[in-house]
C-alpha cells in the first residue's frame, strides 16, 4: 500500500530537524513517541535540557501557510499533556534541570529540497 504524502513529508521534515539538532549538539531520545494524547514529534537531549520538538513541514508551494500556522493554542496544550505522560511513562530518559519545547518549521520545495529550517528555542 503507498505511503500517505503527509506522512512522507512529515518523516523528511523530521529527518532534517534531526540533522540539525544533531548540527547543534542534542541527542535524540525518541522520535514519534505514542502517548495517550497523541504522538510527540522528537525528544532531545543535551547537556542541560530535555528539549520537546515539535516539527510542522509544509511545500514551499503551500499556499502562502506558514508551518507556525498549525501550532496554535490547543496544539500547545496538547504537547504539553504529551510530554507529562513521557516524562511519567519514560524510566529511562536522561535527566535534566531544564525541560523546554522547541518548534522546528520546515519548508521543502517540490523536489524535497530543503527551501527554510527554522528553530525556536522555547516556543511555547
Known sequence: ???DP?????RLGEALAIAHLERLGYALV????RTRYGELDLVVADATALVFCEVKTR???AAGRAPWEA????????VRAMAAA???EVGD???RPVVRFDAIGVVLDARGALVRLDHL????
Not at 6 to 10: A, D, I, K, T, W
Not at 30 to 33: G, I, L, Q
Open 1 to 3: 500500500m503507498p505511503e
Open 86 to 88: 513521557f516524562l511519567a
Open 6 to 10: 503527509r506522512h512522507e513529508l512529515g
Open 93 to 95: 530518559r536522561p535527566r
Open 121 to 124: 528555542e522555547g516556543a511555547f
Open 71 to 78: 501550532l496554535h493554542a490547543g496544539k500547545q496544550r496538547r
Open 59 to 61: 511545500r514551499a508551494n
Open 30 to 33: 525518541a522520535r514519534n513517541h
